[in-house]
C-alpha cells in the first residue's frame, strides 16, 4: 500500500505562483511514475503533467510553459510548480503514485486552488 499526501494549495491572484508538494510513502526504489492531476467543479478529473524516475516529464497543452513538474527520487517526493496563473487553474489538485511492477494507481486527497481576484 501507497500512502500519496499533497500540500501547498491555496488562494492566489491571477498572474501568482505556487508550489505544490507531494510525497508517496513506498520504498524508493519502487515508485515509478509520479502525476499531478485536477478536477474543477462539474469537470473530469485531468492529467496535467506527470515525471518519470529517469525525469522525462510530460505536460497538457493546458499548462505547457506554465507549470513545471520535478521530482526528488531520493524522497519520492514530486513538485508541481505553478505561474502565471489564471482563473480557470481553480481546481482541485490530486497527486498519483504509480510503482514498478504494479497496475494500481495511488492518489493522494487533493489539494485546493482557487485562483481569484
Request: aromatic letters at 8%; a positive charge.
Amino acid at each position: 500500500q501507497v500512502q500519496v499526501v499533497e500540500s501547498g494549495g491555496g488562494s492566489v491572484q491571477p498572474g501568482g505562483s505556487l508550489r505544490l508538494s507531494c510525497t508517496a510513502s513506498s520504498s524508493v526504489d519502487s515508485i515509478n511514475i509520479l502525476g499531478w492531476h485536477r478536477q474543477a467543479p462539474g469537470k473530469s478529473r485531468d492529467l496535467i503533467a506527470d515525471i518519470n524516475r529517469d525525469g522525462i516529464r510530460n505536460y497538457a497543452d493546458s499548462v505547457k510553459g506554465r507549470f513545471t513538474i520535478s521530482r526528488d527520487n531520493h524522497k519520492n517526493t514530486v513538485y508541481l510548480q505553478m505561474n502565471s496563473l489564471k482563473p480557470e487553474d481553480t481546481a482541485v489538485y490530486f497527486c498519483s503514485a504509480n510503482r514498478l511492477y504494479d497496475p494500481r494507481t495511488y492518489w493522494g486527497q487533493g489539494t485546493q486552488v482557487t485562483v481569484s481576484s
